[in-house]
């Protein structure tokens, strides 16, 4: 129980520290880049749940983020940059993943991996010529600028807000995986055949799993399009989908702190080739880099950071157990 409230206690602590953060650092670059990992944290995290806690492999999770984008950059700008139309586009921007998340997962989740990866990556290709050829609502490819909550005009006032976001996400995810119902996903994953065998309706479980990574998934894209008051049809490109696989897979599948490593990895990574780039032109090519970096993280952390921490981590601590027990015996 001790190291349960401990754990508790380190968690609130580096809160409180992102907290106090753009207080007592003033720097404006700082708070949007920490702001952008936060968000994309959030992203991460919505995929780890189909990856790393129900084994499904999906290429088309950027219809998610682009359906959360797509439902507030339109209210905000359509109806009124209020705070009430932005909290209500969130909701919008959820029901919709939800349903297509529903819809998408009940159809196609009997499938084999493989076919269900390549189905959602044709979906989301759907939506995505959708959003370009629908210019009346979305502008296309050009997308457009708005008007966000005046209260957001204070980068600290929407930095906060998003720190509440992906602690108030990462909280609901822990007591989801969890839960009973979290443990029979991750048997899913482990042996779906036996899991069957049980008695559990597997499909039931995997379609939940979606609609719960789909929904977290428009709340990223919702507060993404916030902190570039933009959006277009970029928000629904698979390079979004790879950044979200990427940032799980270098943080550590199914551990949710893990996405949130991968997210800050990233999104420093990509900072810093930028500013590299300025100097050296070589670095304006970060995609090779992002290449480095996965293949160091494969062959040093086959887990992920966190994950292979965690395992070296459990190892050491289970060689303690034994040396103390051993010691006893002896004595």
């Not at 190291?3 to 409180?16: G, R």
């Not at 189909?50 to 999770?61: A, P, R």
């Not at 009430?84 to 998408?104: C, D, E, H, P, R």
């Not at 698979?238 to 897979?249: E, G, K, P």
């Amino acid at each position: 129980m001790g190291k349960i409230n401990l754990k508790s206690v380190y968690f609130w602590l580096i809160v409180l520290v992102f907290v106090l953060f753009p207080f007592v650092i003033d720097s404006r670059p700082m708070t949007i880049l920490l702001t952008q990992i936060f968000i994309f944290a959030i992203l991460a995290m919505s995929y780890d749940i189909l990856l790393g806690y129900t084994g499904i492999v999906s290429f088309g999770h950027a219809m998610f983020f682009g359906f959360g984008a797509y439902a507030t950059s339109v209210m905000l700008k359509n109806i009124d940059s209020s705070l009430t139309v932005f909290f209500l586009s969130i909701i919008v921007g959820m029901v919709i993943a939800g349903i297509v998340s529903f819809l998408i997962g009940l159809l196609t989740l009997r499938l084999q991996s493989h076919f269900f990866a390549m189905f959602t990556l044709a979906v989301s290709g759907l939506f995505l010529v959708l959003a370009e050829k629908w210019r009346s609502l979305t502008q296309g490819n050009d997308g457009f600028t708005f008007r966000a909550p005046e209260i957001f005009s204070d980068r600290i006032n929407f930095y906060l807000f998003v720190l509440f976001c992906l602690v108030l996400v990462f909280l609901l995810l822990r007591l989801f995986v969890n839960s009973p119902f979290g443990k029979v996903l991750i048997a899913v994953k482990e042996n779906e055949t036996r899991t069957k065998a049980l008695g559990y309706k597997t499909i039931y479980y995997k379609v939940v799993s979606s609609v719960v990574a789909g929904v977290a998934a428009s709340l990223a894209g919702s507060l993404y399009v916030v902190s570039l008051r933009f959006v277009n049809t970029s928000m629904m490109a698979i390079d979004v989908t790879l950044n979200a696989l990427l940032m799980t897979i270098i943080g550590g599948v199914g551990t949710l702190v893990g996405p949130i490593v991968g997210a800050a990895i990233i999104e420093l990574a990509k900072h810093n080739l930028s500013i590299l780039a300025k100097t050296y032109p070589i670095f304006e090519r970060w995609i090779i880099f992002f290449g480095i970096i996965y293949i160091l993280a494969v062959i040093f952390f086959p887990k992920g950071v966190v994950g292979t921490l965690k395992e070296k981590w459990e190892g050491r601590k289970m060689v303690r157990q034994q040396a103390m027990k051993q010691k006893e015996d002896a004595a």
